[in-house]
């Protein structure tokens, strides 16, 4: 592949696949970011990034942290960066099902991503990428009849943080299943991060910024597990891609394996 330019910020950069990310746009030529939580393992992830010869700058972020946010914006903002990708990849996926656990999962998978992605939205360079690392568990077809009524056609996005707020409340008060809503928290996450992404899409049209969803696949990390179909590397692909697409490239799209795939 031909040299890219530009700056891309990864969000969990220290592991898996969000580091894997960071190697192959750094090899394509680009300046990366690489934000993590944890500052130890986001130093020690690029220092190995740097021996590889490659431009890799580590940024503390927790995206649950509207502070953490800010400081970031702030700091890139001081340092006059502009944005040619940003890859939403931080994502958790936890044991169990409760309102612990969909909290947990809800603040970093759906509202982490929006509101990080609000705050960089002004550091955006023209023709930018936005990344969703989004899931196969985020498909409509996932969903019951009442549940996908909700997200499909995209209500605005006052009513789609209502209805994951819902969510939680529905599953607070032991309501979720008489309300259609499935009995996982990782799945509604994503199927609000790919709603998400297609109102952020149409929304930025104007501004020429491309915004999509990727499906990485079964991958193996400390998420996926060993028993995952694909490494890394091929999981890394498509992100990739998406994240370096021309100013022509598709905006508003759910891919795997660089094709697109419904919603």
Not at 87 to 115: C, K, P, Q, S
Not at 133 to 154: H, K, N
Not at 160 to 169: G, I, S, Y
Request: hydrophobic letters at 40%; a neutral charge; one cysteine or more.
């Amino acid at each position: 592949m031909a040299k890219v330019t530009g700056t891309a910020l990864v969000t969990g950069g220290n592991r898996g696949l969000g580091l894997e990310v960071c190697r192959q746009l750094g090899r394509l030529g680009m300046k990366v970011l690489l934000a993590a939580r944890d500052i130890a393992a986001g130093a020690e992830a690029t220092s190995a990034l740097h021996a590889e010869g490659l431009e890799v700058t580590f940024e503390p972020l927790d995206v649950t942290s509207q502070e953490s946010i800010a400081n970031l914006a702030d700091r890139l903002e001081r340092q006059g960066t502009r944005l040619s990708a940003l890859v939403n990849n931080a994502g958790i996926a936890l044991d169990g099902f409760n309102a612990d656990v969909v909290e947990r999962t809800l603040a970093v998978n759906f509202f982490g991503v929006m509101h990080l992605t609000r705050r960089l939205l002004p550091l955006m360079a023209e023709h930018g990428r936005i990344v969703m690392v989004s899931s196969g568990m985020g498909e409509l077809r996932g969903l019951s009849p009442t549940a996908r009524r909700r997200f499909d056609p995209p209500p605005s996005q006052e009513e789609l943080v209502a209805h994951v707020r819902a969510f939680l409340e529905d599953v607070r008060s032991d309501q979720y299943t008489e309300k259609g809503w499935p009995g996982s928290a990782y799945r509604v996450s994503k199927v609000g991060l790919n709603t998400l992404t297609r109102l952020l899409a149409e929304e930025l049209k104007a501004r020429h910024l491309l915004v999509n969803a990727v499906c990485p696949g079964w991958v193996r990390t400390r998420m996926g597990g060993a028993g995952a179909s694909r490494g890394v590397e091929e999981g890394a692909d498509t992100l990739v891609w998406a994240a370096t697409l021309p100013p022509d490239g598709p905006t508003g799209g759910f891919f795997r394996d660089r094709r697109a795939i419904p919603w």
